[in-house]
């Protein structure tokens, strides 16, 4: 009898763990998912120059271990942060998508007016973030 009620309350404390770990991840992971959000017109432009090299089932290893556009509302704020200045800083320069890609696929290139959106966004995003 005594054994028994000894393992229930064991029990009842690993239930009881488990279930407080379970609200705080849901906690975090909803904060991150209310404040970011990719709006339409850009997650449009993101599929067309971007997004082909930088999601989970990408094949190339280089692009996903820099950028996973499908992962980015996981990320911590800090994280998701960086990768908005890395994505600005990227289209600044021209960057991306890569030369040789755009030899072989020229309509997936930037344009002016796609570049101007894609950092105005990140820009913006990144300082939402941070308010
Ligand atoms: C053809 C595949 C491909 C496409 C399309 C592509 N990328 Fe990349 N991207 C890569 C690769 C490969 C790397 C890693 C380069 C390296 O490690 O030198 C990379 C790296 C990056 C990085 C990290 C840069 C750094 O120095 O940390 C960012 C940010 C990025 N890409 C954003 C973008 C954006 C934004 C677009 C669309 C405008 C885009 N990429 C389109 C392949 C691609």
């Known amino acids: ?20 770990a379970d609200v705080q991840s ?10 970011f959000e990719i709006p339409e017109d850009i ?3 993101l599929d067309k120059s971007c997004f082909g ?12 271990k ?7 509302h996981e990320l911590s704020k800090i994280k998701l ?8 800083e ?3 320069n021209g960057d991306m998508p890569p030369q040789k890609f755009l030899d072989k696929f020229p309509d997936k290139a930037l344009t002016a007016e796609e570049a101007e959106k894609l950092k105005d966004w990140a820009g913006k995003a990144a300082d939402d973030l941070l308010k």
Do not use: P, W, Y
Not at 26 to 35: D, F, I, L, Q, Y
């Open 1 to 20: 009898m005594m054994l028994s009620m000894i393992s229930l309350t064991a029990f009842a404390f690993l239930l009881f763990s488990a279930f407080q």
């Open 26 to 35: 849901e906690k975090t992971m909803s904060v991150a998912e209310a404040t």
């Open 43 to 45: 997650q449009n432009i």
């Open 53 to 64: 090299c930088h999601n989970v089932d990408a094949t190339s290893d280089k692009a996903k």
């Open 66 to 72: 820099k950028l996973l556009i499908d992962q980015m």
């Open 81 to 88: 942060v960086a990768a908005l200045g890395d994505i600005r």
């Open 90 to 92: 990227t289209v600044e």
